[in-house]
């Protein structure tokens, strides 16, 4: 069974800062597709970004990017210039290229500090 | 707003007593999934529907829960018979096809039981 595991349950960073947020998935598939989400405060969960395992180009989303090293198992979210608006909870997800759920990881709660 | 939304937002029930959720997903999307989500986890899938059709269903969801999506528009989910372990936030998400394609999730419905 696919299983998605986010090692940082909270991480501080200074605004304007950069910070990276951990993700390693197991899978025996060779074809899937990874996603974070942000989840504010109260408020719904929205993509952040999303990779294609057969894509080797790292995906990136403005100040949001990510290291995908699909031998290792490992999707990272970087975000650059953290603003106060990125304070959230922050979920790595699975999807196998065979089905339509996603698999969770059980969130990073990201804190920017003025 | 041309969002998932769900409703109620918030409800609050006696243990025994039986609940029923709706969400309404954006207009073209005929993928229609629901999760569950407690306390400092990650969601976890539940079911998910292609147009009317319930083509997917989680070990998570026993005989008391039940879903549908009568005509491929809104979708219901019910529980019967609750119980205090099924207190948790239940969301629900739409998207246009499977793969890459993002997962737009509504508010969710923050069940809670007494």
């Known amino acids: 069974a696919q299983t998605v595991t986010q090692s940082q349950p909270e991480m501080s960073v200074q605004e304007a800062e950069t910070v990276t947020l951990s993700c390693t998935y197991d899978?025996?598939?060779?074809?899937?597709?990874l996603f974070w989400y942000k989840q504010p405060p109260s408020r719904q969960m929205i993509l952040v970004i999303r990779?294609?395992?057969?894509?080797?180009q790292n995906a990136t989303e403005n100040r949001f990017s990510v290291n995908f090293q699909k031998a290792a198992k490992s999707f990272s979210l970087k975000i650059s210039d953290s603003q106060l608006g990125d304070t959230a909870m922050y979920f790595c997800a699975f999807r196998g290229g065979a089905t339509n759920k996603l698999i969770f990881g059980t969130g990073t709660l990201l804190a920017v500090q003025p | 707003d041309t969002g998932v939304s769900q409703d109620p937002r918030h409800k609050i029930t006696k243990r025994g007593q039986n609940v029923t959720f709706r969400c309404d997903p954006i207009?073209?999307?005929?993928?229609l999934y629901w999760y569950r989500q407690t306390l400092g986890q990650g969601p976890e899938f539940l079911t998910y529907?292609?147009?009317?059709?319930?083509?997917?269903k989680s070990r998570l969801l026993s005989d008391r829960f039940s879903a549908e999506r009568p005509k491929g528009s809104f979708s219901t989910l019910e529980i019967q018979r609750t119980e205090q372990g099924d207190s948790a936030m239940y969301l629900c998400a739409s998207s246009l096809g499977r793969g890459s394609y993002e997962q737009y999730f509504g508010p969710g419905t923050r069940l809670t039981v007494t």
């Open positions: 207009s073209e999307h005929n993928r």
């Open positions: 990779q294609e395992a057969y894509k080797q």
């Open positions: 899978t025996s598939e060779n074809n899937y597709y």
């Open positions: 529907f292609q147009n009317e059709a319930q083509l997917e």
